[in-house]
């Protein structure tokens, strides 16, 4: 089992719909999620940042994190066709394998919002 | 621009050549990191510094690969005699401060090795 598990897609909706992005993880010692958008040939943009369980929004994002049941998840709503992109869930633990807190990231979900 | 900032976009080599690139990262931050993306998978971690130490390297880094970051500020990444299995998206991130701090990354190095 991969440390951090995602959907790779892809993910196709229509233009104003609500998306929902997932991961799970087997690994509780991840304290610090993420979640990156990806555009084809550019390198990953953070888009959220949360520490621990709970929610988090910032616009038409929201984030949340369940750790009891090791699963993060992105809502995306009122999709626009600039949100089609790769979006990669990352998380990071203060000490996993020997490393310092590295970020793990999973493979993306590729989306596409179609107008 | 106050990104993240690599160099070449693109690298095109021979199998056995040896290449290298560069990162310059976001002026106030003191942590520096490589990472590797093939195609259809997430970033893969290689190595990090905090400032100008190298504090970490994954098992991916093989000795063909040396990483430094001399006066803790850019950082260059190079690969000598180059393999096919080379070829991927070299992506170079920073942060500030400890663990845990969100990374920022460039728009990476594509390195085709024919």
């Known amino acids: 089992q991969k440390e951090v598990e995602q959907d790779p897609g892809p993910l196709s909706v229509p233009e104003g719909a609500i998306v929902s992005l997932n991961c799970t993880y087997s690994?509780?010692?991840?304290?610090?999620f993420m979640w990156y958008r990806q555009y084809s040939r550019k390198g990953p943009e953070l888009l959220m940042y949360?520490?621990?369980?709970g929610n988090k929004e910032d616009g038409r994002f929201t984030a949340q994190v369940d750790k009891s049941s090791k699963y993060i998840s992105l809502f995306i709503r009122d999709s626009q066709p600039s949100d089609s992109a790769t979006y990669l869930c990352?998380?990071?633990?203060?000490?996993?394998?020997?490393?310092?807190?590295?970020?793990?990231f999973g493979k993306g979900t590729k989306l596409s919002v179609k107008p | 621009d106050t990104g993240v900032s690599q160099n070449p976009r693109h690298k095109i080599t021979k199998r056995g050549q040896n290449v290298t690139f560069r990162c310059d990262p976001i002026?106030?931050?003191?942590?520096l990191y490589w990472y590797r993306q093939t195609l259809g998978q997430g970033p893969e971690f290689l190595t990090y510094?905090?400032?100008?130490?190298?504090?970490?390297k994954s098992r991916l880094l093989s000795d063909r690969f040396s990483a430094e970051r001399p006066k803790g500020s850019f950082s260059t990444l190079e690969i000598q005699r180059t393999e096919q299995g080379d070829s991927a998206m070299y992506l170079c991130?920073?942060?500030?401060?400890?663990?845990?701090?969100?990374?920022?990354f460039g728009n990476g190095t594509r390195l085709t090795v024919t």
């Open positions: 510094f905090q400032n100008e130490a190298q504090l970490e």
């Open positions: 949360t520490y621990s369980s």
């Open positions: 990352a998380m990071s633990a203060r000490s996993y394998g020997g490393s310092q807190g590295n970020l793990i």
């Open positions: 002026s106030e931050h003191n942590r």
């Open positions: 991130a920073s942060s500030f401060g400890q663990w845990g701090s969100p990374l920022h």
């Open positions: 690994n509780s010692a991840f304290q610090y």
